[in-house]
């Protein structure tokens, strides 16, 4: 006996929202976006740049955010795993005293940023549209910035893994994944063929 299309949505989304989680903490780079380290190429860069310079969390919480990105490129880069007051200090040693104006001019991109980080976490518990409305406006962010900001094209660029990203986190919503597979069964494609 078949899976139900309940079933289906759910094992589908549960396992997108996973890979999604994986691909925002383990830092696989999705854009290139000058940011106050010199170009941060993942989620995670951004909001611990915002994290580091406005010193509201608590160091070890910025640790263990970074931690696992680190790790993964040790690994691919054949360096030895870091330690993990070596991984902040060296995010501070290469941060810039930019003023917050420069900020609010990416907004945009902070907010997002947040967001997917945010979904990425909460999605292991419970899945929602947070990963998808934060990818979406950093996708904004940085193609506004690469048509009408003051960045050159070498500076900004969007990867083609932030698109494959997109559609994992479209689908880790369950309600719209049923939708899916319910307008794409056998049955009512011959149906709509016939008419």
Known sequence: MGFSSR?????????????????????????????????????????ACELIAGEIFPKFVVKAILY??????SFTEGK???NCDHIL????SNMSKAPPTTDLKQLEVITGS???????????????????????????????????????SEDVCVYPEMI??????????????????????FDSIVKWLSN
């Open 68 to 73: 696992p990105g680190a790790v993964i490129t």
């Open 89 to 92: 200090t060296s995010y501070k």
């Open 7 to 47: 079933k289906w949505a759910e094992i589908i989304s549960n396992i997108a929202s996973r890979i999604f989680f994986l691909i925002i903490i383990l830092q696989i780079p999705l854009f290139r976006f000058p940011c106050r380290i010199g170009t941060c190429r993942t989620p995670i860069d951004i909001v």
């Open 114 to 152: 947040y967001l997917c980080v945010a979904g990425a976490i909460l999605g292991l518990i419970k899945r929602g549209r947070m990963s998808v409305c934060g990818l979406i406006l950093v996708l904004w962010g940085i193609v506004r910035e690469m048509f009408v900001g003051k960045y050159r």
């Open 80 to 82: 030895i795993v870091p």
């Open 164 to 185: 494959v990203t997109i559609v994992i986190a479209l689908f880790s919503m369950r309600r719209d994944v049923r939708k899916l597979i319910r307008c794409c069964r």
